[in-house]
């Protein structure tokens, strides 16, 4: 029995240290004990007993009763990104010249440039993100075909930038030339995968991200039935080589490891194709992909986090590719489609994970750091309007400054040049939560400052996913 004991002990130790390996213990109270404190404090004053002290360097919550970000917070995250700015286009002085993806070079940059336009109407800052933009254009070197990793996100990214400048001769022509990857995406005899980071799924976000950003109609609805049709053919016919068509009708794996999370996995792919703006037929969401999302979901930890495989089982990585912080954006969306609250409430125990164990070491990162945990709790929020999910988000911020690495060189993990976004997405929170129409900030798997634009009977009450245009 001591044996077994120790044996328990040593590896529960272990997973303790494996997690202070990886992330921060967080050092916050939650909401519930902030609120709590504050208001004991507050009784405290009123009978004259001393003020207990602060436990963080924000003491009081960051956002007034109405969810409207304090005046402190909002100078502190304008400070920090005019800053980073700087810090930015010094280390891009040394930057590898040749990567032009979205995902770390310099689609990226003007990504972040354009998301900056928008979020300030600056005009300075949509001409820098042309010139970002330009450089990857004459720069495309056909190997890959989605937005974050491919040639289609510097395409449709230029589409946008030259749309939103009126140069539309230019913009078409970028569109034109991502229309030409199509043929290559369908072709089912090819060993292009279907995830998001390299395969369809990838392919699929540039055409709605054009929807969304130009129009409805820019990218005919014919093109992205052939790109679904394409992505919901190769998941049956795994699922029949691996026979799964009863458990999970859908599957998807990448070098040949079946995949959950958002970046190579199921939870990025159904999360598309649940996108309104993808026009899956009613029959196919619900006798294909709900089933498929079910089979991901009974694979959950105790934890409540996600293994990064079907087959692994080793409760680790708490990260926007693997993990909670991706499935959550797959549960999400679930609710908003099938209005089922099972999951919403799995939603909510992926925040409490990625609250717990999603401060992580790793640095800024969309992918595999702090910032693309954050959203997690700002798209909650967004969906849930629970100021929980607002507090949670705005101590990640505070975290990212408090324990990440700050040099370039240390940041260049993961979406390094979206890592902005964090920060602006909570900016934009103190302009729009009070709107009877909010703006559309959170409720992407990329980007909570984008929606993808869908028809009306899809979209969730409160029109949360409504047309940034
Ligand atoms: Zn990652």
């Known amino acids: 029995m001591g044996e077994t004991m120790s044996k328990r002990l040593k590896l529960h130790l272990g997973g303790e240290a494996e997690m202070e390996e990886r992330a921060f213990a967080n050092p916050f109270p939650d909401y519930e004990a902030a609120t709590g404190a504050l208001l004991a404090a507050g009784a405290a004053e009123e009978t004259g007993c001393v003020r207990p002290p602060a436990t963080t360097d924000e003491p009081g919550l960051p956002f007034h009763q109405d969810g409207k970000i304090i005046h402190n917070l909002i100078r502190r995250i304008q400070t920090k990104i005019k800053d980073l700015l700087q810090q930015m286009e010094e280390g891009l002085k040394t930057a590898d010249p040749h990567d032009c993806s979205a995902y770390t070079g310099w689609t990226g940059i003007a990504l972040l440039y354009l998301q900056l336009y928008r979020v300030t109407c600056d005009q300075t800052y949509l001409l820098r993100s042309l010139d970002y933009v330009k450089r990857t254009l004459r720069n495309l070197n056909g190997r890959r075909v989605t937005f974050l990793c491919g040639d289609a996100g510097p395409l449709a990214v230029g589409a946008v930038i030259y749309h939103k400048l009126r ?68 998941g049956k016919t795994l699922s029949r080589e691996e026979r799964k068509t009863e458990r999970c009708p859908l599957l998807y794996q990448w070098h040949r490891k079946q995949y959950v999370g958002a970046a190579h996995g199921m939870a990025g792919i159904y999360y598309m194709l649940m996108q309104p703006a993808a026009k899956v037929d009613q029959e196919t969401l619900t006798e294909m992909v709900k089933p498929s999302i079910d089979y991901v979901r ?172």
């Open 167 to 234: 140069s539309d001769c230019e913009s078409q022509e970028c569109i034109t030339k991502l229309l030409q990857l199509q043929r290559a995406v369908v072709c089912q005899e090819s060993d292009l995968p279907d995830e998001l980071l390299y395969g369809r799924a990838g392919y699929l976000y540039a055409l709605l991200y054009l929807n969304t950003e130009i129009g409805p109609g820019t990218v005919c609805e014919s093109a992205i039935k052939e790109v679904v049709n394409a992505i919901i053919e190769s």
């Open 298 to 469: 009974h694979k959950k930890f105790r934890s409540g986090n996600y293994p990064s495989s079907l087959s692994n089982e080793t409760d680790r990585l708490v990260h926007w590719c693997h993990g909670a912080p991706g499935v959550i954006h797959m549960l999400m969306q679930a609710y908003k489609v099938f209005k089922e609250e099972k999951y919403l409430k799995e939603a909510m125990e992926c925040s409490d994970v990625i609250w717990q164990r999603g401060l992580l070491r790793k640095g800024y990162g969309i992918c595999h750091g702090t910032a693309g945990n954050g959203y997690s709790f700002l798209s909650l929020y967004r969906l849930t309007q629970d100021k929980k999910y607002l507090y949670r988000a705005c101590k990640a911020w505070l975290a990212l400054f408090t324990f990440s690495p700050m040099s370039w060189d240390q940041r260049r993990h993961g979406f390094q040049h979206l890592n902005l976004t964090l920060r602006r997405g909570i900016k934009r929170l103190t302009t729009s939560v009070n709107r009877t129409h909010p703006d559309p900030i959170l409720p992407d798997l990329l980007d909570p400052l984008m929606g993808f634009a869908g028809s009306p009977a899809a979209q969730p009450a409160g029109g949360m996913l409504s047309s940034t245009s």
